[in-house]
Structures are given as structure tokens and as C-alpha cells.
């Protein structure tokens, strides 16, 4: 009984005790007769309810939100519908995906009534039926898929059933707003292999990216080398900077051979070239005086 059919009959009770003892003893039948009335005719629907009301057993009306009247005895409400957006948990566990891998699903369904008449009149519990159609559909949708796809296309698969649900809710006045798939767990056993693979896959990817870099610090290497083959000076000044290089940055005495350090003098080295060159040696010295 709502709040106002509640407050309409106590008045009613409350004028006749009143009559009953000031007026006269036979008016209270009457007020408790119209207070037994009010209360079995007058109905409140809120605003996300609706009413569905039986005459003889057949179909009158739906009703809601707002006040309204029934016929006392002949008149029944059969059902109350809650029109407002339900939510239902729904599992599957040890479900076979297609590569035959055990999982266990969990999930939810946002849900609503659109048509009060059909949940009331079409099946009997719209509630559980949601929860079964829900669980089959998961176990149905997980059969059909690879984990692969379980585990990285997450939207698809709620796409998917949510497809499959509304279209068995439909003909019952449920619309299925949309399915949310919160969890897929899987075998330890598995989770170790895959951590394997996916390690596996990293190194791989790491070793491809030092091999490029190898092979473009080679070809660099190349390069280097055909230049300082034709400029010898540049050689030279590449040495003695890796000379001090080296020493700047450890603080330690290096020692080379003197023949080393002679081939990095570009002057003495053209000496000893002068030196050897008949044709640039003084009269005297090359015995043709």
C-alpha cells in the first residue's frame, strides 16, 4: 500500500471512531467499509513502474506511474515492472575456448524492460531467464573463439554478446543495453608458457634490432675506411684523438712504442719519405756527383 492510499485510510478510520462516538455507533461500519475501498482500489505507480492488471483472469491494462483505480475482487495487479536499467553477473567457468584452452569468464549485463505486458505475461521468472540465456550465450560465444581473441579483442566479444542475448530477450519486452566481459582467467600452467613466449618474442625483437644497428655501424665502418684509405692524415688525427679520449676520461699513462708515435708525426713521417726518395736526395748522396 503506497504512502497516499495509506493516509487517505487512516482518516477515514480516524472519522469514523470520531462519528462513532460523537454522532452515532452506526456510521463506523461505513467508514471502515470506505477505508477497505480505498485500499483495495486505489493504486500508485512511481515513475519508473508499471502495473500490470488482470480482469477475470484476462489482460486489462497497464498501468503506471501516477494514481489510478481497479475493480475490488475482479480486478488483480499480476506484476509490478521495474522499467529502470538492471545490472546482472553471469560466469562461466572451465568453458572450452576453440584451441580447446579452459577458461573461466566473468561478466555483466546492463539491462532494461521495454514492454511490461510481454515480462509479465510471457515468461515466468524474466529475471532468472536473462541469467541462463546470459550464461549460455557466454559458454556459446567462448566455444567459437580462439583465446587469442578472448584476451585482446575484449570489445568484439562484448559486441558479439550482446548481439546474441538481445536477439533471445527481445520477444520477452527485454532490451539488452550492453554486455561487459570483466575477467578471462586462465591456467597458471598457461600463464607460464605465454609469460615464456612473450619474453621469447622480446628477445627475439631486441636481437633483430641489434643485428640493424650492426650491420649499419659495418657499413659506417666502410665508409670510415675507404676515406681514411685515400687521406692517411686523417688516420693519423683519428688515433690521436682516441689516444686522448682514452686518457682524459681514465686519468691513466698509455704507453706506445716509438715507432707509434712516430708514424702519428705527419712532418717526421714526410722526412722519412724524403729520405728514402732517390730522386729528392742532394747530388752528393745519391753517388752520381
Known sequence: MNTITSFLVLMLLLAGAAA??????????????????????????NAWQKFVILRAGKLQSVKGPGLFLILPVIDSVTA???????????NAEQALTKDTVPVNV???????????????????????????VSQTSLREMIGASMLSSLLSDRKASD????????????????????VEVRDVAIPVALQDAMSRQAQAEREKQARMILGSAEALVAAKFVEAAAIYEGHPQALQLRAMNIIYETT??????????????????????SSAVASTDPASAPPGLNGTA
Open 106 to 132: 566473468d561478466a555483466i549485463i546492463f539491462w532494461h524492460v521495454n514492454d511490461a505486458e510481454r515480462a509479465a505475461l510471457a515468461i515466468t521468472d524474466y529475471r532468472q531467464a536473462i541469467d541462463r
Open 80 to 90: 509490478v515492472i521495474d522499467e529502470r536499467i538492471q545490472t546482472t553477473a553471469f
Open 248 to 269: 682524459k676520461e681514465r686519468g691513466a699513462t698509455i704507453l706506445m712504442p716509438s715507432a707509434m708515435v712516430d708514424s702519428m708525426n705527419p712532418v717526421a713521417l
Open 159 to 178: 559486441e558479439q554478446l550482446r548481439a546474441e542475448i538481445g536477439a533471445k530477450t527481445a520477444a520477452w519486452g527485454i532490451a539488452v543495453m550492453s
Open 20 to 45: 462513532g462516538m460523537y454522532i452515532s455507533p452506526y456510521l463506523v461500519p461505513c467508514f471502515a467499509l470506505a477505508a477497505l475501498l480505498v485500499a483495495s482500489t486505489l493504486k500508485m505507480a
